[in-house]
């Protein structure tokens, strides 16, 4: 029976990983904690056959977490998978110097990450020591022609099938990525994709026109980010937007009063996860004599 830790701050998120993961396997045991410290104090002393955590978390980041989690003795060879929302590679790059062995994007591919999983738990349940040799089994093997599996093979099929899983999700990633950041510029519209906690996890270049964000800025919380625009109501319309699953419409004017913008929020939803974030878009209307006169519910 394999055993499964999940490590996420958001509720939503532990449900909807806790359900996947108990699909797993019949009988797989499946233990899910919002804090990371009450995470490693039971990981301490029930060794799971699998880590699940998320990247990006108040507490502790998902780096951190499996960094102390491969100082524990019996977990140094245990599968760890970081689910992130975001593609940047810097991301990737500290989790795997801290230990992680895969990835998963958020909001999750329900079958991509049971094929992972499972293959995690495989390679895992490989590397573990092999049951005492039933010599009886053994010998009726040889008789009937059927050569015992060697484990050392099976680890190597293994990490030959995550290697090409890992090349062929980078490729589908930076494709992903690529045709993203094409439509995001192509409007020449400001706009900005956050999570479910206004973190940020796409923007265009436009952006730049109403606030001071930079390439470095991908996870930060928006409403810590200096906005060129009168606006100090970001975190009440965004929590309006996740509430109620309806768009959010404002007409906002630059600091310097010479740009006008209307703003629109517009929720993203999952059947399953429920409120994932908002695309956020900045129309330039200064050239509307009357923005109100052109789109009513502005008034």
């Known amino acids: 029976m394999s055993s499964v830790v999940i490590v996420?701050?958001?509720?939503?998120?532990?449900?909807?990983?806790?359900?996947?993961?108990?699909?797993?396997?019949?009988?797989v045991q499946v233990k899910a904690f919002g804090d990371p410290w009450q995470a490693l104090s039971y990981i301490r002393?029930?060794?799971?056959?699998?880590?699940?955590?998320d990247y990006q978390m108040p507490a502790m980041n998902g780096a951190e977490l499996i960094r102390r989690?491969?100082?524990?003795?019996?977990?140094?060879?245990?599968?760890?998978?970081?689910?992130?929302?975001?593609?940047?590679?810097?991301?990737?790059?500290?989790?795997?110097?801290?230990?992680a062995n895969d990835f998963i994007l958020s909001p999750l591919d329900h079958q991509e990450f049971r094929l992972q999983s499972r293959r995690l738990l495989a390679l895992r349940h490989a590397e573990m020591?092999?049951?005492?040799?039933?010599?009886?089994?053994r010998e009726e093997a040889r008789e009937s022609g059927k050569a015992p599996v060697d484990q050392i093979d099976l680890f190597n099929r293994l990490v030959e099938n995550l290697?090409?899983?890992?090349?062929?999700?980078?490729?589908?990633?930076?494709?992903?990525?690529?045709?993203?950041?094409?439509?995001?510029?192509?409007?020449?519209?400001?706009?900005?994709?956050?999570?479910?906690?206004?973190?940020?996890?796409?923007?265009?270049r436009h952006v730049s026109r109403v606030y001071a964000v930079?390439?470095?800025?991908?996870?930060?919380?928006?409403?810590e980010i200096e906005c060129h625009l009168v606006y100090d109501d970001l975190a009440r319309d965004f929590r309006?937007?996740?509430?109620?699953?309806?768009?959010?419409?404002?007409?906002?004017?630059?600091?310097?009063?010479?740009?006008?913008?209307?703003?629109?929020?517009?929720?993203?939803?999952?059947?399953?996860?429920g409120f994932l974030g908002a695309l956020i878009?900045?129309?330039?209307?200064?050239?509307?004599?009357?923005?109100?006169?052109?789109h009513p519910a502005l008034h």
Request: hydrophobic share 40%.
């Open 214 to 223: 930079g390439e470095g800025d991908a996870g930060r919380c928006l409403d």
């Open 240 to 273: 309006q937007a996740a509430q109620t699953g309806e768009g959010v419409e404002r007409y906002l004017v630059s600091r310097s009063e010479a740009s006008h913008f209307l703003l629109r929020i517009v929720p993203t939803r999952h059947a399953a996860a």
């Open 45 to 53: 002393e029930h060794t799971p056959d699998l880590l699940i955590t």
């Open 281 to 294: 878009t900045f129309t330039d209307v200064s050239a509307w004599a009357d923005p109100r006169d052109r």
């Open 163 to 204: 290697s090409a899983n890992l090349v062929d999700k980078i490729h589908r990633l930076k494709r992903i990525g690529a045709e993203l950041q094409t439509l995001l510029e192509a409007s020449g519209t400001p706009a900005i994709f956050v999570d479910e906690s206004l973190r940020i996890r796409h923007f265009n």
């Open 129 to 137: 020591p092999a049951p005492p040799v039933d010599e009886a089994a």
């Open 8 to 27: 996420d701050d958001q509720g939503v998120n532990r449900k909807v990983l806790s359900s996947l993961a108990s699909t797993l396997e019949p009988d």
């Open 69 to 99: 989690f491969r100082r524990v003795p019996d977990c140094r060879d245990v599968p760890a998978m970081v689910v992130t929302a975001y593609e940047d590679m810097a991301y990737r790059a500290t989790a795997l110097d801290a230990g």
